[in-house]
């Protein structure tokens, strides 16, 4: 489902969408998106077309290749941020000392991490 903002109709991007717009913004053939990743083009060809989804580990060398994060390649932009109780525990978080901040850091990576892989895990069945 859409969403109305700035007097238009958002519709999300899939995965497949992002990848082939950001690959089109490099400037990259799909064999040297492939080249730059270390899979055959025709992965590349799956990915993009819907027949398949990357693994958490192309998914990583992908973000990497195109100087990305996972989760912008992921997510659409409106599925990002953070709702307004997360924001205003951020916003706690930020008056931390540095060695509290390195702990919740870890803390939410691991976390973030093992919800991806669990996301993965459902859409491989």
């Known amino acids: ?8 109709w958002i519709y999300p991007m899939s ?4 990848l ?3 690959r089109h913004d490099k400037g990259l053939t799909q064999q040297e998106m492939a080249d730059m990743i270390g899979v055959h083009v025709n992965q590349i060809r799956r990915y993009e077309s819907g027949a398949t989804q990357p693994s958490l580990e192309v998914l990583k060398r992908l973000a990497v290749a195109l100087s990305i994060t996972i989760d912008s390649l992921v997510f659409d932009e409106a599925e990002r941020g953070p709702s307004d109780d ?3 525990q951020f916003e706690r978080i930020n008056r931390f000392d540095d060695e509290e901040k390195k702990i919740v850091k870890a803390l939410l990576e ?5 919800h ?3 996301q993965l895990a459902e859409l491989s069945r």
Not at 1 to 8: K, L, V, W
Not at 15 to 18: A, C, D, E, V
Not at 110 to 114: E, F, H, N, R
């Open 1 to 8: 489902m859409g969403q109305f903002i700035n007097n238009a």
């Open 15 to 18: 995965i497949q969408q992002h």
């Open 20 to 22: 082939i717009a950001l």
């Open 86 to 88: 997360l924001r205003l």
């Open 110 to 114: 691991g976390l973030i991490l093992k």
């Open 116 to 118: 991806e892989a669990k």
